[in-house]
Nanobody, 119 residues
Framework: VQLQASGGGLVQAGGSLRLSCAAS????????VGWFRQAPGKEREFVAV??????TYTGSVKGRFTIARDNAKNTVSLQMNSLKPEDTAVYYC???????????????WGQGTLVTVSS
């Protein structure tokens, strides 16, 4: 599976962005897909994960971010609303076999897309 993340950019606090993760491969629907982010000087952290209709979010984005997948189009999106400066990070999508918040559970990673939220 090859993943391509896109949709990042510069937005003011309170604004919205929609990230997209496009995947190659006919077996995409069998993979758990997660979004992670890494802020400057910090470790990569879990944001959201989806599989089979189930979703889980980290507490700081719950109610603001929505993860959704379209298996017919081999894409997973991350709609981000009410963005805050602390959401600034490089966002990565990843695919794996386990429904997990742990980045080590994911085998395939996209290249990352930068989200910058100005105050």
């Amino acid at each position: 599976v090859q993943l391509q993340a896109s949709g990042g950019g510069l937005v003011q606090a309170g604004g919205s962005l929609r990230l997209s993760c496009a995947a190659s491969g006919r077996t995409f629907s069998t993979y758990v897909v997660g979004w992670f982010r890494q802020a400057p000087g910090k470790e990569r952290e879990f944001v959201a994960v989806t599989f089979g209709g189930a979703t889980t979010y980290t507490g700081s984005v719950k109610g603001r971010f929505t993860i959704a997948r379209d298996n017919a189009k081999n894409t997973v999106s991350l709609q981000m609303n009410s963005l805050k400066p602390e959401d600034t990070a490089v966002y990565y999508c990843a695919a794996g076999s386990s429904f997990s918040r742990n980045s080590y559970a994911y085998d395939y990673w996209g290249q990352g897309t930068l989200v910058t939220v100005s105050s």
